[in-house]
Structures are given as structure tokens and as C-alpha cells.
């Protein structure tokens, strides 16, 4: 297939033979090691808002970047031109950088033992869209209209929307990697509005899949984002009060990224994290296990190679509540003293469960345990204090009187310490949901603050 028939401007071929051309330029200029990649995006995006055409927006990007190491200096540079001069200038531009920066025992390139150096597997993530303008703003009305048209409470709508997007990339160093593939991603989502004057409620939703044979059909996205909008309706406050609070599935998400990002490499040796030294430690209530698969089948976190080429694995993160391993780039493991895992990019599709849940146990069952307290389906702000855990963030979603949801609440804020709230794990339902490359259910979360009128 040409890179033409795929959406593409440059073939893998050519991308191998910059990233090849690149490498042998900072080697002829001293390097003495050099990491290059190259990558080419395109895509389509439009958006539709009360039955008329809003955007139509076509993107089509591409971009070329060599680290240039000189011992332990490094410079980097980029250029969108892959032109021969332009090359060479970036190369040079590279080079000169590395010479004046003052050297960090840190920097280098990953182990060669680290990197992947066979073949990577086709993790099937490639599935271009061939769909015009004119049927994206097809879909993007069909979706608002079934939104439109569940009730005659849902009286405006922020707009629809539908996008398809791909890409691909070559990476290669001079310790023997040689890397790449193409993605994709494709997207529709819609946004009403239920209600009129100061009782207006909005909610939103959206389908995303690598593959858009695999998303849910524009009605079916418009009908739930309206009725999420008129489940809302009549929100109030309720008393400020300390009780237990389930986080909705998509929501919960967010915990699971809390952990990520404090067991990251860069907060770690910097000490920016709650969870400093929490290595073979308990982080998580017991019953809740934590694992990384890399190797999924069209998953939007699946690489068989982090950005620096290191190869992944898949792994336990949190067994039995307790940590098994932190989320480290080359760079990281060095300022700690350890290893790469191969996290240069960020995490590979992580699945936090529990081992006390059972395969019934959907979000109905969860709102049971709740018995009383918030359930939480929205939240605003962003007061997270990754250095102490502290946690406080803005919330809405409804109010649970003896297992079942009594009204919806708004404008109040939910208060804990993120350390806490993680080992205060009550359960975690069946109702799992992915959210770009984290799965999770609905999360209880035994006690917390609520702060309300």
C-alpha cells in the first residue's frame, strides 16, 4: 500500500531513510550517540450546533527531532522541512546546543540491553477513516438530533462533533533501535443542554476508538448525553457532611492517574510526590490489584516500545495494594538509582480491579453499597497537590438515601487526602470503562468531606 492510499504524504521507507540520513549526519559531526525520530499526522474535524455547519478544520502536520549527545551534554532540535540543508542545520543546530550545555550524569540513551532491537508485533492500531466532510457533518447532526429530540427539556445544545485522525512515526538511535508504526483515532461526541434560565443543565458525551467501525452509533450518543443533561435537572446543594462517595466509572479514572502521576519517574526524583520511597509499600487498599498490558489489540495506550525504544512489558503495578513498580524513562531510573521500566511517554493501558468485586456487581449494586453519601459523575478544578496528596476538587452528581439515588447535586466540593482516599478503597464495581489507556469501574471510596451549603 502507498502511503497516498493511506492518508499519508511519506511512506515508512522514506521516514527510515531521514531517520537513518539524520543519525549518520550528527555521527559525521561528532556525536557520540544520537536518537532521531520522524512523524506525519493528518486528519479531519467537524462541528454541527442546532442543525447547521459550524467547523470544518483539516489538519495535516509533520516534524523531524535529533538529541544530539556529547558525552553526557545533550542538545535537541526539530524541523518541519526535510529538506538536505534542513537537516544538516538541524543536526548542527543540535550539535551546538549539546556543546554549551553543562553535562548531566543522567543524560544518555537507554542500555542497548533496554531497547527493543527485533521487530516490534502488529498490535493492530492502524484503521484509517475514509469518510469526507460532508459525512462527518452527516454524523455530527444525526447525533445532535437524537439528542435534540429525546425530550422537549433539552432545549439547546453546545454542538457535535466528529473526528477522525491518524498518524504514523519512525524513531531509530545509534545504539541499534529502529522503530515505528502508524495509529489512528477517531471520535464523535455532542453536548445538550436540558432546561431554561438558571436551571439549565449540561452534560456531554462521546464514543473514541482506534478502529470507527468500533464506535457507537451517533444516536446512541446523542440519547445518552440527554439523558445524562436531564438526569441533572433540578441539581441542588446538600449539607456539608463527611460520607462515604462513589466515583462513577469515567470519573474514577482520574484516581487511577492520581497514582500514575505519583509514582512517575520525574515526581519521584524530584520529591514532588506523596508517594516518594512508596516502593514494595502499601498504596492501595488490599484488595485491589493494579495491571499493565502493553500488548492490547487496538488499545490506545499499546506499544510494544516506549519513546525512547526501550521495550515494554506487561506487568503488575499494585498487587495486594502494595506497589510492585514506579513508571520510569532512562533518564528518571538513573536520577533514582534504577531501572527503566519503560515508561518514556507515560503508561500502557492500565487495569485497576478488585479482587472482592463479582462480575454482577454494575453500578446500581455500587450506588446499594453506597447506601448514603454522593455519588459523583462530574468534576471540576484542578486541586490536587501531588507533593502532600492533598485533595480537593469541585463535584456534581446525586445524593443516595438508603442505596438509591433521592436527587442530583451541584455546586459542592469533595475534600480527602489522595493517600488516604487510595487505601480507603471500598470497592471497586464491575461497570468498567476506558478512558483513553486506564480501565476502571465505579470506585467507593469509604469516607471523605463534602462541603455543601
Known amino acids: 500500500m502507498t502511503a497516498a492510499s493511506q492518508g499519508f504524504a511519506h511512506s515508512r521507507a522514506e521516514f527510515q531513510e531521514l531517520v537513518e540520513r539524520t543519525l549518520q549526519l550528527a555521527r559525521d559531526k561528532g556525536a557520540s550517540d544520537a536518537a532521531a525520530e520522524v512523524s506525519e499526522g493528518s486528519g479531519l474535524s467537524v462541528s454541527a450546533r442546532l442543525g447547521k455547519l459550524e467547523n470544518v478544520e483539516r489538519n495535516r502536520d509533520k516534524s523531524l527531532g535529533v538529541t544530539v549527545y556529547l ?5 535537541h532540535a526539530s524541523t518541519s522541512d526535510f529538506s538536505a540543508a534542513a537537516l544538516d542545520a538541524t543536526v548542527q543546530a543540535a550539535y551546538d546546543i549539546a556543546r554549551f550545555t553543562a553535562e548531566d550524569p543522567a543524560a544518555g540513551l537507554p542500555d542497548a540491553e533496554d531497547l527493543l532491537l527485533e521487530p516490534a508485533p502488529d498490535l493492530d492500531l492502524f484503521h484509517p477513516w475514509a469518510i469526507d466532510a460532508q459525512q462527518a457533518v452527516e454524523l455530527a447532526l444525526r447525533c445532535e438530533a437524537a439528542a435534540l429530540g429525546v425530550d422537549k427539556r433539552i432545549t439547546n445544545s453546545e454542538g457535535a462533533a466528529v473526528s477522525a485522525q491518524q498518524s504514523h512515526f519512525w524513531a531509530g538511535n545509534s545504539r541499534g533501535f529502529s522503530g515505528g508504526y502508524a495509529s489512528s483515532r477517531h471520535s464523535i461526541s455532542v453536548a445538550p443542554i436540558a432546561g431554561r434560565g438558571a436551571g439549565m443543565q449540561r452534560d456531554a458525551w462521546y464514543s473514541s476508538m482506534r478502529d470507527a467501525g468500533e464506535l457507537a452509533s451517533p444516536e446512541a450518543v446523542g440519547r445518552y448525553a440527554a439523558e445524562r443533561a436531564l438526569s441533572r435537572l433540578k441539581a441542588r446543594r446538600v449539607a456539608t457532611a463527611e460520607v462515604p462517595v462513589l466515583f462513577e466509572n469515567q470519573v474514577a479514572a482520574g484516581l487511577l492517574g492520581a497514582l500514575v502521576q505519583a509514582t512517575s519517574g520525574g515526581a519521584l526524583y524530584r520529591k ?12 492501595l487498599a488490599p484488595h485491589v490489584e493494579v495491571d499493565e498490558d502493553p500488548f492490547v489489540a487496538k488499545g490506545k495506550g499499546s506499544s510494544a516500545f516506549d519513546e525512547e525504544g526501550v521495550r515494554t512489558r506487561p506487568r503488575s503495578v499494585v498487587q495486594g495494594g502494595v506497589l510492585q ?6 533518564y528518571s531510573a538513573r536520577k533514582l538509582g534504577l531501572k527503566t521500566t519503560g515508561h518514556a511517554g507515560g503508561s500502557h493501558n492500565l487495569v485497576m480491579r478488585s479482587r472482592a468485586t463479582a462480575p454482577g456487581d454494575d453500578l446500581a449494586v455500587m450506588v446499594r453499597r453506597l447506601h448514603r453519601g454522593l455519588l459523583v459523575t462530574e468534576l471540576m478544578g484542578q486541586g490536587v497537590n501531588y507533593v502532600t496528596g492533598d485533595y480537593s476538587r469541585g463535584a456534581s452528581g ?32 464491575a461497570d468498567a470503562y476506558t478512558t483513553g489507556a486506564k480501565t476502571i469501574g465505579s470506585v467507593l471510596v469509604g469516607r471523605m468531606k463534602l462541603a455543601g451549603a
Not at 514532588?272 to 498504596?283: H, I, K, N, P, R
Not at 438508603?402 to 480507603?424: K, S, W, Y
Open 71 to 75: 558525552g553526557q551534554r545533550r542538545g
Open 272 to 283: 514532588t510526590s506523596f508517594l516518594t520511597d512508596s516502593l514494595g509499600q502499601a498504596v
Open 325 to 330: 513498580g514506579y513508571f520510569l524513562s532512562s
Open 398 to 429: 446525586y445524593w443516595v438515601e438508603n442505596g438509591e439515588i433521592a436527587f442530583p447535586v451541584q455546586e459542592v466540593t469533595i475534600a480527602g487526602n489522595l493517600r488516604q482516599m487510595l487505601q480507603d478503597i471500598v470497592g471497586i464495581g
